[in-house]
């Protein structure tokens, strides 16, 4: 009787640790972390304004108010910088 249950708690298990993983990697590494800084508008384009943050990153923001050399508060999303910076380490 115990044997035949065995698989099906196994799986049960699987199935929650999957949930519980996923949810947890969500919740750390995919949602935003939005921060407000001062940054200067590089250029404006059709796509939107890139603007570089007071530690160099290069960000394209949607919507910006302003010409270039003007600076602007705009929430910035902290996770594009940390991955940056894994892409390049020696910035």
Request: proline share 7%; hydrophobic share 45%.
């Amino acid at each position: 009787m115990i044997i035949q249950r065995f698989p099906t708690v196994v799986l049960a298990g699987l199935i929650i640790a999957v949930s519980i993983s996923l949810f947890a990697y969500l919740m750390w590494y995919v949602s935003p972390d939005e921060v407000i800084e001062r940054v200067r508008i590089v250029a404006i384009t059709a796509e939107g304004c890139i603007v570089e943050t007071p530690d160099g990153h290069a960000i394209t923001i949607e919507y910006c108010n302003g010409q270039p050399d003007d600076y602007i508060d705009v929430p910035i999303d902290q996770n594009i910088k940390e991955r940056a910076m894994l892409m390049n380490p020696t910035t």
